[in-house]
């Protein structure tokens, strides 16, 4: 059986950073942001945040909200890894889409203030990213609508990604290493999940 291990977090709160953590410890990254990218060139959209932004609305409204984490399932089944990583959680119907394939699902969320967010997504520049104000505000609520809220407060485990780049990846490393060796016997109940 797979463990999946997924991250959840508001844009420009550092998911890619812990994916790309992920990717160098050796570990498959299945983004969902990927699914609603490949779907706006099968559709011939441009990937520009209005369009990612209707067709993740789209997808949901025509095949349910749990659709993108449905088409990542066999994404997940052709990785010959029994540990998998997920960047993009959206919604508990996500959530609960890989809990009743995955019984071992982690979710692990990650968080960032507003400016922060911000300021790394201007930075970072990618076609789907908001470049004003106004467009980070319509970014933040359609995926508050969707359900990203009560993901991220449901979270098994929460990282703080407000300072240091090299501090934040480490903190990473050490929660996956955590989660990881916790299934192979460990007691998942312990009370100090946090991280800061």
Known sequence: MKKVIAIVGMPGSGKSVATGVAAREGFPVISMGDVIREEAMLRGLNPSPENIGRIMLELRDE????????R???RIEAEKSNVVIVEGIRSMAEVEAFKRKY???ILI????SPETRLRRLVARGRE?????LSHFRERDKRELQVG???????ADYMLV??????EFKEKVRKLLRR???????GDPSKPDRRFK
Do not use: S
């Open 103 to 105: 019984p071992d699902f």
């Open 72 to 74: 990542c399932i066999p």
């Open 179 to 185: 989660v990881i060796d916790e299934n192979k016997g």
């Open 161 to 166: 990604n407000e300072g240091d780049i090299e």
């Open 63 to 70: 095949e349910g909200d749990d659709a993108v984490a449905r």
């Open 109 to 112: 969320g990650v968080h960032a």
């Open 128 to 132: 789907d990213d908001p470049r004003t």
């Open 148 to 154: 990203i809220g009560n993901a991220i407060a449901m």
